[in-house]
């Protein structure tokens, strides 16, 4: 079992849509959770950063962990062409500095 | 702020030579540099963590002869892919930490290595 599932989609949504990307882990030892975005062919790019369960808002942008299930999600309001691109999650355990990516989903926005 | 650059992005080479990709911090100091390959839609998987002034750390599999990191300064971190193959065509993407004791990685922007 890998320690980071996510579904590689891809995900097509029009725009102005809500997005709903999720990842599931195992390793109960994750304490801190990011979002990136990978543009094709790009380097991933932070987007959002968690410490423990509950609700983080930037912009369009909202993460939520739930710790008790495992469970971590991103939300995207009014999605745009531009959102188009690969999101990563990923889970870092407490005191260490080694990330855990998921897979990606590629998410596609139409207009 | 939180710049890493990647040079050079995009490298063709024959089988049997060997290729430098150089990784710098450009505005900050980063005393931890990780070294990532990706494959065509797969995620990022960790090859090595680099420290500066230190040897570097492999993950499970990762052939520390064939894959030589050096870490000389706290702006740049260097990977030479030795005697490289076509099955070592990949993307290749590298990642700093500002500071000492962070946790943030910031990536760059990625080298495309062509085996032939």
């Known amino acids: 079992q890998k320690e980071v599932e996510q579904d590689p989609g891809p995900l097509s949504v029009p725009e102005g849509a809500i997005v709903s990307l999720n990842c599931t882990y195992s390793n109960s030892a994750f304490q801190y959770f990011m979002w990136y975005r990978q543009y094709s062919r790009k380097g991933p790019e932070l987007l959002m950063y968690?410490?423990?369960?509950g609700n983080k808002e930037d912009g369009r942008f909202t993460a939520q962990v739930d710790k008790s299930s495992k469970y971590i999600s991103l939300f995207i309001r009014d999605s745009q062409p531009s959102d188009s691109a690969t999101y990563l999650c990923?889970?870092?355990?407490?005191?260490?500095?080694?990330?855990?990516f998921g897979t990606g989903t590629q998410l596609k926005v139409e207009l | 702020g939180a710049v890493v650059s990647q040079h050079p992005s995009w490298v063709i080479c024959k089988s049997g030579t060997s290729v430098k990709i150089e990784c710098r911090s450009l505005?900050?100091?980063?005393?931890?540099m990780f070294w990532y390959r990706q494959f065509p839609k797969q995620s990022l998987m960790l090859m090595a963590t680099s420290n500066e002034g230190s040897k570097a750390t492999y993950e499970q599999g990762v052939e520390k002869d064939k894959f030589l990191i050096n870490h000389a300064s706290l702006t740049l971190s260097t990977l030479t892919v030795t005697s490289a193959h076509p099955e070592d065509s990949s993307f290749y993407i590298c990642?700093?930490?500002?500071?000492?004791?962070?946790?943030?990685?910031?990536f760059g922007p990625g080298t495309r290595l062509t085996v032939l």
């Open positions: 505005d900050f100091q980063a005393t931890t």
């Open positions: 990923a889970g870092l355990t407490g005191g260490g500095n080694k990330l855990t």
């Open positions: 968690t410490y423990s369960s």
């Open positions: 990642s700093a930490i500002p500071g000492q004791g962070g946790d943030t990685q910031y």
